[in-house]
């Protein structure tokens, strides 16, 4: 049975600060193109044009074009393909799902009033999942500079450059692993199956060490990662038609997220057949989970017949997060072993409990979204969006992150989104395409690139029935570290992703 422990101490809380990561930040900051197929198909570009559930997430005044009520549903099925290539070493992996993508209902409200400018209330209520998280990446090969080791050092020496020294032999000795905060603990792990050993093994007070893995080079490495989970988000709408030329609108939103990754890292070396660590295995298994509000503003105007322009600004989501995390290490090597006699033998950490940290805040960036649209009568339109979101405006909002805090500020930047969309109606039938581009949300633009995404897809109308069914494709290349200190050799990842949506929709 899994054990718990439950932090009920500050300076515990704390330490699960020091195990955050930019990554886990922007997991939530970022959006992905989700929701019904007619909003998938022409890239998501529906700012200006609204009549989409899903248009209420860039704009929540289109709400208000709706001429009637409606109920809709959509399905999903997300395939993700990584190419991983680790020090010339090339691999892929793919993961698919199916998914209830989207599902919402609308109540359009005409004014009987004939006197009155307002011609239409509405109020809606839209599910989508924002972001679904199930997927899978594996990397292997061989690291001719460093091993592992480095990870579990650069906990134990925390400031070598400047000789000071991290922690206590005596308390690797004798402490447990869940009274000991999050550095301590990582270099605990290594201590305990002979990654890391002291420099001075006679001194309780030794505070500096060195790595037990044969120098060099040569290391062949493996890094499994996989993950499952979503980020849901329920907006509640409300917008209104003045005249016949504007339409604003309001969603207040909940958001819901949970979100589990198990990472297994495997390392073995044949530097010498007498002393050191010849394998290890490092386990992290983490659990996130909270929920968050936010709220979107948005307006609509019809500048001629034809011609339409939308302004939206999007809130930060304010999170509330739960982190429980798990690990364990195993290692096997020549440990103490008898002058002409090496024998192999097996160590593993005394860590077989999960932690479950205090909540922490999180807060991701605003964003402000301008549209245009041109409708050709009803045979057809073009939707250009371009957004802007400054995620350097990332931010954890509990006490203890304030070095993470100043990373982003340093390392991440304004990213532009540009979406345009076409459709083309036929008698019943609808066909569209889109395009986007998601500018990378770092300075360097390598750690996460660019996206680029092509989508197509039709529809056709029963009459109070319609069936929507689009196609995207998305691309785009990362070089994340396995490991967030010390460690930070990575793969080179192309993630490719194709996803199928299939949406039906009732007038009521």
């Known amino acids: ?107 359009v409200f005409d004014y009987i009033t004939e006197k009155s400018k307002w011609k239409k209330f509405v109020i809606a209520v839209n599910y989508e999942n924002a972001n679904n998280y199930d997927n899978s990446v594996f ?20 400031n070598p450059s400047i000789n000071q020294g991290g922690i206590p032999l005596n ?21 305990q199956t002979y990654t890391i050993e002291p420099n001075n093994p006679n001194d309780p007070n030794n505070d500096t060490y060195s790595s037990n893995v044969p120098a060099g080079g040569n290391y062949y490495q493996e890094n499994y990662i996989e993950s499952t989970g979503y980020n849901g988000k329920l907006a509640f709408n409300a917008s209104a038609q003045y005249a016949d030329k504007f339409y604003f609108g309001l969603n207040i939103n909940s958001h819901f997220t949970d979100y589990v990754q198990s990472s297994s890292f495997y390392e073995e070396n044949t530097n010498s057949q007498s002393i050191g660590v010849r394998n290890l295995f490092f386990n992290n298994n983490l659990h ?38 798990n690990q364990s290490v195993g290692s096997r090597g020549f440990f103490n072993p008898t002058p002409g006699q090496p024998v192999l033998s097996d160590a593993y950490s005394d860590s077989a409990i999960t932690i479950a940290y205090d909540p922490y805040k999180l807060q991701t960036p605003g964003k402000w979204t301008g549209s245009l649209a041109y409708v ?39 990213a532009a989104e540009f979406r345009i969309g076409a459709e083309k109606r036929i008698k019943q039938w609808s066909l569209r395409a889109g395009f986007r581009n998601e500018q990378s949300p770092y300075k360097n633009g390598k750690t996460i690139g660019d996206l680029t995404g092509y989508s197509g897809g039709f529809g056709y109308n029963f009459g109070n029935t319609k069936l929507d069914l689009a196609y995207s494709y998305s691309q785009r290349k990362s070089e994340q570290g396995f490991f967030s200190q010390g460690f930070t050799d990575g793969a080179a990842i192309k993630s490719v992703n194709n996803n199928i949506a299939l949406t039906l929709l009732f007038e009521l």
Request: aromatic share 14%; glycine share 10%; hydrophobic share 35%.
């Open 1 to 107: 049975m899994k054990k718990y422990l439950f932090t009920l101490i500050a300076g515990l809380a704390f330490s699960a600060v020091q195990s955050q990561e930019i990554s886990d930040a922007l997991r939530y900051a970022q959006d992905n193109l989700n929701g019904t197929g007619r909003f998938k198909a022409m890239g998501g570009a529906f700012g200006a044009l609204g009549g989409d559930f899903s248009s209420l997430n860039i704009n929540p005044a289109g709400s208000a074009v709706f001429a009637n009520s409606q109920v809709g549903i959509t399905l999903s099925n997300y395939n993700i393909k990584n190419k991983a290539d680790y020090f010339g070493t090339k691999n892929s992996l793919s993961n698919s799902t199916f998914d209830v993508n989207q599902a919402g209902a609308i109540l």
């Open 171 to 191: 308390t690797l000795q004798t402490a447990y692993y869940e009274n000991l905060n999050f550095t301590d603990q990582q270099a605990l792990l290594g201590y």
């Open 139 to 158: 990397a292997n090969g061989t690291n001719p500079n460093r091993s592992v080791a480095d990870y579990f050092l650069s906990y134990a020496n925390p």
């Open 376 to 414: 050709f009568n009803k045979s057809g339109l073009i939707s250009v969006d371009f957004g802007l979101k400054d995620y350097s405006n990332t931010r954890f909002k509990s006490n203890g992150f304030r070095s993470v805090n100043s990373d982003m500020d340093n390392l991440l930047d304004y």
């Open 288 to 325: 996130t989970y909270g929920s968050g509000f936010s709220f979107q503003l948005g307006a609509i105007a019809k500048v001629t017949t034809a011609l339409r322009a939308g302004l939206a600004y999007q809130s930060p989501t304010w999170y509330t997060m739960n982190d429980e995390l």
